[in-house]
């Protein structure tokens, strides 16, 4: 099992060596004169040259490249070319907020897709055709359309939750799931109805198996055989689609955190991305990416505990 968690972190190594590199040969390439668009029109070619050394943009692009991978393997992104604030602190206020409404939405969905899809599998009838039903709107319905629902029906209308801002886990550790459990709801929708769907399916292939035939012929309760047997052969499945849905989230957050107004690093990632604010971009890519790589780390592993014959891949 050692082998194979270092393998799999190894590989999460590599991928967010890759994509960082490629994020900054990429924004190098299209990027015209960084110190030019930072100090605005009206600056002169003097400002300009002394702005594009302070920046380091005049040196050869495998120097920067260098000189910004030595520090970002200390998790030191630089500072922003715009507001000089550390890109690092930056992340620091506002990661916590992104990454806490979407964990939160992630744990949601894996919950109600385990109950229901096994439900759905094992009962059927008016509960699956529920299912059915809530996974083709829940998966077609955007995640703002859900948001916006929710903001006026629990927030504005009856002020069960606050509709915008956070309150951060410092303050209140209640406030703050209680501040971002509209957001978590909103996001998980649709990771909701595509795992359920996911579980359901591998839970009716488990128990149309043989082996749930011998262990029904030997007298089993069928409690321990959905839940011991039939549920560990079939959670892969839905581990894996979690893991998809997980990005998913990450790319959906951006468009929530301006609905509800949430100081998250999607605000910042798109601010950044739009001034060409290459310390913002990478700082944000590195840090999405760990995540990524993180959770996938966790589903491999979970999925080598349920399956043994996937550590010797």
Do not use: C
């Not at 806490?100 to 969905?109: D, E, H, P, W």
């Amino acid at each position: 099992m050692f082998w194979f968690i270092l393998r799999r972190v190894g590989a999460g190594l590599v991928l967010i060596l890759v994509v960082a590199s490629i994020t900054f040969f990429a924004m190098r390439i299209t990027s015209s004169n960084p110190a030019a668009a930072v100090l605005g029109e009206g600056a002169t070619r003097e400002a300009i040259a002394q702005k594009a050394v302070e920046l380091g943009v005049n040196r050869p692009a495998l120097v920067q490249y260098w000189d910004w991978l030595s520090h970002a393997v200390r998790l030191d992104f630089g500072r922003s070319w715009y507001s000089s604030v550390p890109v690092t602190e930056d992340l620091g206020i506002r990661l916590p907020v992104t990454m806490g409404f979407v964990a939160m939405g992630l744990m949601i969905s894996a919950a109600f897709a385990l109950v229901f899809g096994v439900i759905a599998a094992v009962r059927g009838g008016w509960i699956d055709r529920a299912l059915q039903i809530f996974a083709t709107i829940g998966f077609g319905i955007p995640a703002y359309i859900v948001a916006l629902f929710l903001a006026f029906q629990l927030a504005i209308d009856r002020h069960l939750f606050p509709a915008t801002g956070v309150t951060t886990w410092g303050e209140s550790p209640l406030g703050y799931i209680h501040s971002l459990t509209l957001p978590a709801i909103s996001i998980a929708i649709g990771a909701m109805a595509s795992t359920a769907q996911q579980v359901r399916g591998a839970m009716i292939d488990q128990l149309d198996g043989d082996y749930v035939r011998t262990l029904r012929s030997r007298g089993l309760a069928e409690r321990k055989i959905i839940f011991k047997h039939a549920l560990r052969n079939g959670a892969p499945a839905a581990l894996t689609t979690l893991g998809v849905q997980f990005i998913a989230m990450l790319g959906g957050a951006v468009v929530l955190e301006q609905v509800f107004n949430l100081p998250g690093i999607g605000s910042i990632a798109a601010m950044g991305a739009q001034r060409g604010d290459q310390p913002i971009v990478l700082g944000v890519v590195v840090v999405m990416v760990m995540a990524v790589v993180v959770v996938n780390t966790i589903i491999d592993i979970a999925y080598g505990l349920l399956n043994p014959k996937v550590r010797v891949k």
